[in-house]
Nanobody, 128 residues
Framework: QVQLVESGGGSVQAGGSLKLSCTVS????????MGWVRQAPGKEREAVAF???????AYADSVKGRFTISQDNTKTTVYLQMDTLIPEDNGTYYC??????????????????????WGQGTLVTISS
């Protein structure tokens, strides 16, 4: 059974930083993409950042230059370093994984359906 477990959400003032983590277990595909989408209250889900099994990354324009996605050596844990946070970054951040897709391909997919498996979400709150 595939599981994704997220951690690292919390509250921070605008301009601050947070680091999210997501660890996958039970996933057997060797070519895949992991990453993050977010959803603010009353808004549609939005793609944020992705990294594929080749180490390629892709970012939404709204987070470029502020967020950095990376993975550990085992490629089972993905990190999202979020710097210079702004109130528009508020929301629940969901980690997901999809087989056979590159980071750029995943960025272009519908964020509601673009992943095979999802984590439970972690809340990020930015105060101005």
């Amino acid at each position: 059974q595939v599981q994704l477990v997220e951690s690292g959400g919390g509250s921070v003032q605008a301009g601050g930083s947070l680091k999210l983590s997501c660890t996958v277990s039970g996933y057997t595909y060797k070519t895949y993409c992991m990453g993050w989408v977010r959803q603010a209250p009353g808004k549609e889900r939005e793609a944020v950042a992705f990294i594929d099994s080749n180490g390629r990354t892709a970012y939404a324009d709204s987070v470029k230059g502020r967020f950095t996605i990376s993975q550990d050596n085992t490629k089972t844990t993905v990190y999202l370093q979020m710097d210079t946070l702004i109130p528009e970054d508020n929301g629940t951040y969901y980690c997901g994984i999809v087989a056979g897709m590159s980071a750029m391909q995943t960025l272009g997919r519908d964020p509601d359906y673009g992943m095979d498996h999802w984590g439970q979400g972690t809340l990020v709150t930015i105060s101005s």
